[in-house]
């Protein structure tokens, strides 16, 4: 099945990835190629057939908070893109909230 | 013979018996990657004082008569996306260019706790996304039998710091062939574990219910001991299991041992030359005792089809992370989404962001129960047909892959064309189970890697099979 140029764009968007129209068209032609090679699945008979999972671990560890110490506080600090001291900058969440599409 | 074409087994004894220390084989390595890697682009960084460092205390310990372990004094490569704190760690990728590992992966902590030398980390195609160690931020890796071609990939980086010597042993991660397929294609051995068998707590995650750490090493010796370094469950990975570990069982033959030639995996669509060598591979393990069988494998195809559907998915979860927010790249001074959008964009490569909408489309709603949950259903039968055909053969024997390496460019136009090469590989990840490939020969005067699938947690069998069979080599 074809994707149409509107999908894509909605699907960039979805995943918020901020793409040229060389690009979506370049997406376009690819999600369609690797589409058409899944598309076999639909033909496999799965009536009654329960989806893998994977069984969970029965124990659990206890759910405590640990401490972090200095020198990993510290590179996390600095893995910050934009700080201010200890506090995560970031850009304001109530600007756009949903987007340019909004 | 020079010192970095030890195997660590025959390094273990030098350094045990006191006629080879750690320095010296840091050193022979260390000048193996100056010789080499402008040319090959395997290690993408070096630590070479701290590795000369680490070397010293392990002689240190030695003259205490003290040794942490089989690994220790051995210098490993480690590949882009395990976290070691306090190193640059950015799975290939210009979205974490300059991000600090705050800690240790516990694969990463478990190689220090055992005294090993950490050279550097090495190239792989971005968030492990490939199967060539073209996609990656710093350039390709080049294979060592032929410049002009791929090592494979993803962890084509740690394939060829192994296969050019630079390095005694190295660590990949293997999603849907990662680790098999390059050691294949650059003529190492490789092991991907069972599903369980290593934790995953700082792997940077690809598709986490198929990822799983795990050795390049020059032989199967060598693989079971980083497997046994590496091993056993961690309360930082839930799906680590408690199965019993694993403990080597060589073998002197393989008499009473069962090896199916699955029929589907044996059709067309295979090299020439790849076939005759695994075929005499095969022959070789027949001459050593074992029983050789044509067993029923179905969903062959439909394997490779479920891996381009569950994998997808889980990546356009996992890679949600990367939002220019805590760390990574940010484009700056825009709006909230206009910050995400382009930040991923700018940060992205074309196979990470292809994989990404991929996902997207396949979990969106009106096409999740089409795509995932019908993908997640044809995997029960997937496993249910391993399941089926292990209650008839011990173990399965496949080419790593249907060709030898390819030249660089030659599968980057076409993501599909690239997607085929993990044909062989990608149904032992959909069923959870463990593979070694091993150096079978060559075609095209390149390498070529025969496949040995073992059942859940069967590592022991299907290492002592490539043992014997590089006895017989």
Not at chain 1, 40 to 50: A, D, K, N, Y
Not at chain 2, 278 to 283: L, P
């Amino acid at each position: 099945m074809a994707l149409t140029r509107e999908q894509v764009q909605g699907l960039a968007d979805l995943a918020r990835l901020d793409l040229s129209e060389d690009e979506l068209k370049t997406a376009e032609q690819d999600l369609d190629k690797v589409l058409g090679y899944v598309e076999r699945l639909q033909e496999v008979e799965t009536q009654g057939v329960e989806p893998f999972a994977m069984p969970a671990r029965t124990a659990w560890r206890e759910d405590v908070s640990l401490p972090c110490d200095h020198a990993a506080c510290e590179i996390i600090l600095s893995n910050f893109p934009e700080r201010s001291g200890d506090l995560l900058k970031t850009p304001g969440v109530f600007e756009s909230p949903k987007g340019k599409k909004a | 013979m020079k010192l970095n074409e030890l195997t660590i087994a025959e390094a273990r004894k030098r350094l045990d018996a006191g006629d080879l220390t750690s320095t010296e084989l840091t050193k022979a390595c260390i000048a193996e990657i100056k010789n080499q890697n402008p040319t090959l682009n395997a290690f993408i960084e070096v630590y070479e004082d701290d590795a000369l460092e680490q070397a010293l205390r392990s002689d240190e310990r030695h003259s205490r008569s003290e040794c942490l372990g089989a690994l220790d004094g051995v210098p490993l490569g480690l590949k882009d996306n395990l976290l070691n704190q306090g190193k640059e760690v950015t799975s290939g990728s210009n979205i974490l260019k300059g991000h600090i590992s705050a800690y240790d992966a516990t694969a990463v902590r478990k190689l220090k706790g055992q005294g090993a030398v950490i050279l550097g980390r090495t190239n792989m195609d971005e968030f492990a996304m490939g199967s060539s160690t073209e996609h990656s931020a710093y350039g390709p890796t080049k294979n060592p039998h032929d410049l002009e071609r791929v090592p494979g990939g993803s962890s084509g980086g740690s394939a060829v710091a192994v296969a050019a010597k630079m390095a005694l042993g190295a660590l990949g991660s293997d999603t849907g062939g990662s680790i098999r397929q390059p050691a294949a294609l650059c003529g190492t051995v490789g092991l991907k574990p069972t599903y369980g068998r290593i934790s995953r707590s700082g792997l940077m995650a690809m598709a986490s219910s198929l990822d799983q750490i795990g050795p390049f090493a020059k032989t199967a010796e060598d693989a079971a001991l980083i497997l046994e370094a590496l091993q056993g469950p961690d309360s930082l990975d839930q799906t680590t299991s408690n199965h019993p570990l694993f403990v080597p069982e060589w073998k002197k033959d393989l008499s009473g041992v069962r090896i199916g030639l699955p029929r589907q995996a044996w059709g067309a669509g295979m090299h020439d030359e790849v076939r005759s060598e695994v075929m005499r591979g095969v022959e070789a393990l027949k001459e050593r005792g074992a029983e050789i069988k044509e067993v029923d494998l179905p969903y062959a195809d439909e394997a490779l089809a479920v891996y381009y559907v569950v994998m997808p998915c889980e990546v356009s979860a996992n890679l949600a992370r990367f939002d220019g927010m805590r760390y990574g790249l940010r484009v700056k001074d825009l709006p909230l989404f206009e910050t995400y959008a382009k930040s991923r964009a700018k940060g992205f490569g074309p196979e990470a962001r292809r994989r990404i909408l991929l996902g997207t489309y396949a979990l969106s709603r009106g096409y999740y129960d089409a795509y995932y949950l019908q993908a997640k259903r044809v995997q029960t039968l997937i496993r249910k047909a391993y399941e089926q055909a292990f209650t008839e053969v011990d173990m399965l024997v496949t080419p790593t892959a249907p060709n030898p390496a390819f030249r660089l460019g030659e599968k980057t136009t076409d993501p599909l064309t690239m997607y085929l090469e993990d044909v062989f590989t990608v149904g032992v990840n959909v069923a959870g189970l463990p593979a070694v490939s091993v150096p079978c020969g060559k075609a095209d005067g390149m390498p070529v890697g025969m496949q040995l699938i073992g059942r859940h947690f069967d590592e022991a069998g299907i290492l002592a099979a490539a043992r014997i069979f590089e006895e017989s080599d």
